[in-house]
């Protein structure tokens, strides 16, 4: 399965940009990388999910590397709502694993007022 | 909106009773899943399941089993609880197709005492 490597955790001042990164070099061709997050005591969220190519949503950016084996999560503005564990997955589809997913330890990102 | 509903938020059970969480979602999905997330372990994938009375075992399935009679439906069983299996359970879902984001519950907290 495609593994996925983050540093344990980082830290930024609120208003300040945050870079989270993700290697994951064993990724395959089909895998999109998906990144959730996950406050105190709740279920992961949704943040934002790529293939190739960048995306940006209201939430945040996802720069994906040409050769698709790292990727950043960019939160453009962090708020103290942003301190959270922020974990980056990737979508194992294919043989008969289709659907598994595995999840790394995550980041956990402290947001400095 | 769209919903993962786990039945139990906060549970406590005896050592050797059965244990039933129940995890429902409203969004016809192929895929669920169930995980524990330890302090320090981050979220393991126990059991999921492509499909109706289908289901595959993922990384810890020891002391666990599942069952899935109906498609929005998927329990996680408990056989005899042990103190060990003191955790926070998370429950997953999506829809089988490529990129298609993940939503999860809120989580069950067992206790086993």
């Known amino acids: 399965d495609a593994k996925t490597t983050q540093p344990n955790s980082m830290e930024s001042n609120e208003e300040e940009p945050v870079h989270l990164p993700c290697n994951h070099s064993?990724?395959?061709?089909?895998?999109?990388i998906h990144w959730y997050r996950q406050l105190p005591s709740q279920g992961p969220e949704y943040v934002i999910h790529?293939?190739?190519s960048n995306v940006n949503n209201r939430m945040a950016s996802l720069a994906i590397a040409e050769d698709r084996k790292s990727s950043t999560l960019i939160l453009h503005r962090a708020t103290l709502r942003d301190a959270a564990v922020y974990y980056c997955?990737?979508?194992?589809?294919?043989?008969?694993?289709?659907?598994?997913?595995?999840f790394g330890q995550g980041t956990i990102l402290t947001v400095h007022p | 909106d769209v919903k993962v509903t786990q039945s139990s938020r906060y549970l406590v059970k005896r050592t050797g009773e059965k244990v039933f969480l129940e995890c429902v979602q409203d969004?016809?999905?192929?895929?669920m899943f169930w995980y524990r997330q330890d302090p320090g372990l981050g979220l393991r994938l126990i059991y999921f399941?492509?499909?109706?009375?289908?289901?595959e075992k993922g990384d810890i399935p020891e002391g666990y089993s599942v069952s899935r009679e109906k498609k929005e439906r998927f329990s996680l069983i408990l056989e005899s609880a042990s103190t060990n299996q003191t955790s926070m359970y998370l429950c997953?879902?999506?829809?089988?197709?490529?990129?298609?984001?993940?939503?999860f519950g809120e989580g069950s907290w067992l206790t086993v005492v």
């Open positions: 997955i990737l979508r194992d589809a294919g043989g008969t694993s289709y659907g598994k997913l595995t």
């Open positions: 997953a879902s999506y829809r089988a197709e490529r990129g298609n984001t993940i939503y």
């Open positions: 969004m016809d999905h192929e895929n």
């Open positions: 399941s492509y499909d109706v009375k289908m289901k």
């Open positions: 790529g293939l190739t």
């Open positions: 064993t990724i395959s061709g089909t895998d999109y």
